[in-house]
């Protein structure tokens, strides 16, 4: 624990109750706009808030900005679904394309935390094999770097989180300092069902803390781990590295909205950023830029950052920027069973398994998904029965059975397309700025995951006895926009972070990666930005 304190200290410098260190946010170090800081970085969700602990507790002068609250989880956050939507990003977007994605909720944060703030805890790794789909399966794309560049860092952001969870078979086997939480009525059908149908299954893995963790409460199995966690047991950025970031220098900009990116035509540099705050537009100088805002914004950024140089968006040479955009497919199937289940009572992602992950070549699709206990709490489950058909009368009977039904999803690995993407709609948002359109379709490969993740749910559910099921197909997890290559004809940053076209502007966030696996984006992020603060603080590396 010791080695972990030197390195990340932010669970010790939290109040031993619920709640934040106002007295860090108090006496925090403030930059003054005239001041040249070493870093100014766009976003405080998993990749800017890693990359602002790891500078600042390397002694840089590094500032973060984010466009919403700096979130108190006492005062803020409610268990109740209607009143978290303010965690969500919910400024006016464009969508389009044969499958339009819908965007406001589980894919979009707002605030310090981003939207780790109100995910649902499940921090998986990615598997060797997602670094070489193209050459492994003859789809997606390679990445310019391999699994074990991640591999010490996954490690250092599974003890800093923490992560908890059985030793895991998949991909490369590896376990967990901290042990899986007890499993409640959700994960024993899963378990049960699993075992019915000869599908390996495991508890965790979720950044949730079991039993205390320095001074952040353990887990009180509430349930309402998407609306913000009150009790600060499951992990996000706002509490697992912002902390750290503020004990040693850093500065949090919350409620200013970066606009664009200042650049120098002769020296071809970034200078820093323009921004908004309290309605007064602003520009903040800095020596290096990273852009931290997720796979909508920080194609956005860079596109509303054109200049005589780059007349088409910043970056964007070789017509890069906001191609490739993924999501994942995540379907959900409940089952009805004769006794009560109660799926809220645990976080949503108690038991999962990745034994669908890799390609099959038996199987008519490439790539995979893998499945997780889900625990859509009553608004979210009357959406889903909704959707199926049911109304009136019958609706209320579906609700009325609410304890009596568990619910599986799924994350499918849909491919990267370069006409899925971000540009610029005629719209403007409030600030005057063009605002996203995200285009999106799927393909024939995506579809057969999306049927097949289906059936396997099915399968589990009735192997474990359920007498009914309904599946509603969905999305989840947004990344790429801005994905890593190893040359600027198929990518806009290197294997660092660095963008290929200005040489002191970073991106570290899921816009970079060039697949997505069938795991949750966050742990990948944080080990990404870990990365690249270590190459910018020691100067080894690309």
Wanted: glycine share 10%; net charge negative; proline share 7%.
């Amino acid at each position: 624990m010791s080695a972990l304190r030197e390195r990340n200290d932010s669970a010790w410098l939290l109040p031993p109750r619920p709640g934040m260190n106002h007295g860090l946010r108090k006496d925090m170090r403030r930059f003054g706009d005239q001041d040249e800081v070493d870093i100014a970085i766009v976003g405080c969700g998993a990749g800017g808030s890693t990359l602002l602990q790891r500078l600042a507790r390397a002694g840089w002068k590094a500032v973060a900005f984010d466009a919403g609250p700096f979130w108190d989880p006492d005062r803020d956050w409610v268990s109740d679904e209607a009143g978290s939507h303010h965690l969500y990003w919910t400024e006016p977007r464009v969508i389009d394309g044969t499958d339009p994605v819908p965007l406001g909720s589980n894919n979009s944060g707002r605030g310090v935390g981003g939207s780790m703030v109100h995910f649902a805890g499940y921090t998986p790794r990615f598997h060797p094999s997602d670094f070489h789909t193209y050459s492994l399966d003859g789809v997606g794309a390679d990445w310019p770097l391999e699994y074990s560049d991640l591999k010490g860092f996954y490690e250092d952001i599974e003890e800093e989180l923490p992560v908890a969870g059985e030793p895991w078979p998949w991909g490369e086997p590896h376990e967990y300092t901290y042990r899986p939480h007890p499993v409640s009525g959700n994960g024993e059908v899963f378990l049960r069902g699993a075992l019915a149908r000869g599908i390996t299954a495991k508890v965790g893995p979720v950044a949730i803390a079991n039993g205390r963790f320095g001074n952040r409460p353990h887990c009180i199995y509430r349930g309402f781990c998407l609306q913000g966690c009150k009790v600060n047991a499951k992990a996000s950025p706002l509490i697992t590295h912002i902390p750290d970031a503020l004990a040693h220098g850093a500065e949090v900009r919350a409620d200013s909205m970066v606009t664009r990116i200042g650049f120098d035509e002769h020296s071809g540099q970034a200078t820093g950023v323009h921004y908004v705050r309290g309605g007064v537009e602003r520009f903040q100088r800095a020596r290096l830029v990273a852009v931290a805002g997720y796979s909508i914004e920080t194609p956005r950024l860079l596109l509303n950052s054109a200049n005589s140089r780059f007349p088409e968006g910043m970056c964007n040479d070789f017509d890069q920027v906001g191609r490739y955009l993924m999501v994942q497919g995540a379907p959900q199937t409940g089952g009805r069973f004769t006794s009560e289940v109660r799926m809220y009572k645990a976080p949503p992602p108690e038991v999962s398994t990745e034994d669908f992950y890799e390609t099959d070549p038996s199987k008519p699709y490439k790539r995979g998904f893998s499945l997780q206990t889900v625990s859509p709490l009553p608004i979210t489950w009357a959406e889903h029965v909704a959707s199926q058909g049911h109304w009136g009368q019958d609706l209320r009977r579906y609700m009325s059975d609410y304890p009596h039904w568990s619910c599986l999803g799924a994350l499918c690995e849909f491919l990267p397309l370069a006409e899925n993407r971000v540009t610029l709609a005629d719209e403007k948002d409030r600030h005057g700025l063009p605002v996203a359109k995200f285009s999106y379709s799927q393909c024939e490969n995506d579809r057969k995951l999306m049927d097949a993740a289906q059936t396997v749910m099915e399968e589990i559910l009735t192997g474990a006895g359920a007498e009914e099921t309904m599946t509603v197909k969905r999305y989840a997890h947004l990344v790429g926009g801005a994905r890593m290559a190893r040359d600027e004809q198929h990518g806009v940053v290197g294997s660092s972070g660095r963008s290929f076209a200005v040489p002191n502007l970073y991106i570290t966030d899921g816009s970079i990666l060039p697949t997505q696996g069938s795991a949750n984006p966050a742990l990948t992020i944080m080990a990404l930005a870990a990365r690249t603060a270590s190459i910018l603080i020691t100067g080894k590396g690309d």
